[in-house]
């Protein structure tokens, strides 16, 4: 069979980023298994970055092949096309995870690697308030500031002081003040090529016990509320949030339990797709256009994806 034009491009950028990666560069890597939905294809090229000095070579095989990047935190906000992500994604789970807790000034600094809600049960233990709502948020501190991660009438930006921020573009690697990184409900000014190294946290000192028992509260919140199984969280931003909520609107217009292959609206919360065990992330990807333009034509909300889409066409 002849091989495209863009096929020979693509291969081309390959090679271009694996040479200036060195032993770095794994090629063909499954990133779909590394997200929650546990489904999805493969990177062309994956990056476990072992130092904080490597993601200056990450940055040089970006500009030398001119391929994306993505960074994969906890995976639980990312969906990955079945046909895979063309780019370079990038890990820095096995660097990023110390934390240094300052009791004396209740501020903390936190890998990006770190998980959010073993972050929230080790503050509550040593007496540090302002991060219970973390408890039920299955994602990494890095994955937390880009989007904003929030929940029980909290989020990042309510503790969050400044990230250490190490620029793709440009090889920069700065401090930039919370104020400067442009949060938004679930959602921030980052590009895809500025990764969060770490974050420093304002929290206030208080009761173990009272911050213990709002941990129980949240976990026992969740699992009434919330499905298990393999999903990224509310798929859908809340139109008005505080007002009008996405899953009371795929309620309003019967999606309940609706199905699409092997994705399905979940029965227990209207706003988390599942996907079916070795299902289709495409799947996911059609189920949540169908729901959004039964939302749009039924009651006139727009419905804005929540879950970070990768490698889909638009
Ligand atoms: C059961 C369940 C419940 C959830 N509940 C909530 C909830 O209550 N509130 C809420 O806000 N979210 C919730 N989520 C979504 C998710 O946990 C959060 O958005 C979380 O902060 C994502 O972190 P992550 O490490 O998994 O990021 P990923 O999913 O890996 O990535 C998400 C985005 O962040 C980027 N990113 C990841 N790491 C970095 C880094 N180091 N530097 C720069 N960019 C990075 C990625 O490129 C991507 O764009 C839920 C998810 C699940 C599965």
Redesign the pocket.
């Known amino acids: 069979m002849p091989v495209s034009a863009t096929e020979t491009g693509r291969s081309d950028a390959v090679e271009q980023a694996v040479a200036a990666l060195g032993g770095l560069a794994e090629r063909d890597v499954a990133i779909g298994p590394m ?2 939905y546990r489904v999805g294809g493969t990177a062309d090229v994956f990056v476990r970055v072992r130092s904080v000095a490597d993601l200056h070579l990450v940055a040089r095989a970006r500009r030398a092949s001119g391929m994306p990047v ?9 969906l990955v096309a079945d046909g895979g992500f063309r780019g370079i994604a990038v890990s ?1 789970l096995d660097i ?1 995870t110390d934390v240094v807790i300052d009791e004396s000034t209740s501020v903390v600094e936190a890998g ?1 690697a770190v998980l ?1 809600p073993v972050l929230a049960r080790r503050l509550a233990t040593v007496g540090l308030t302002g991060f219970e709502w973390a408890v ?5 501190i ?6 904003n ?3 029980h009438g909290s ?1 990042m930006s309510e503790s969050l002081l400044d990230a250490r921020i190490v620029d793709l573009d440009d090889g920069r690697d700065t401090v930039v003040a919370s104020a400067d990184l442009g949060l938004r409900f ?1 959602g921030s000014a ?1 590009r ?1 090529d ?4 770490s974050a420093r946290l304002q929290l206030a000192p208080g009761d173990p016990a009272v911050a213990k028992a709002a941990l129980s509260e949240i976990v026992a919140w969740r699992r009434a509320m ?1 499905p298990g199984g393999q ?4 798929v859908f931003v809340n139109p008005v949030p505080g007002e009008v909520s996405a899953g009371q609107l795929v309620d309003e217009v019967g999606l309940r339990g609706f199905r699409h292959g092997t994705a399905s609206v979940s029965d227990k919360h209207a706003n988390f797709i599942q996907a079916d065990e070795g299902g289709s992330a495409d799947d996911v990807r059609e189920l949540m256009r169908q729901v959004a333009a039964r939302v749009r034509a039924e009651t006139g909300y727009d419905l804005r994806s929540e879950i ?1 889409l990768v490698g889909f066409e638009s």
């Open positions: 997200t929650t993505l960074v994969v935190g906890r995976g639980s906000n990312l820095l990023a990006s959010l039920g948020v299955p994602g990494s890095g994955g937390a500031v880009r989007m991660a929030g929940g989020d679930r980052l895809a500025q990764v969060v190294v919330q999903n990224a969280g509310s970070r």
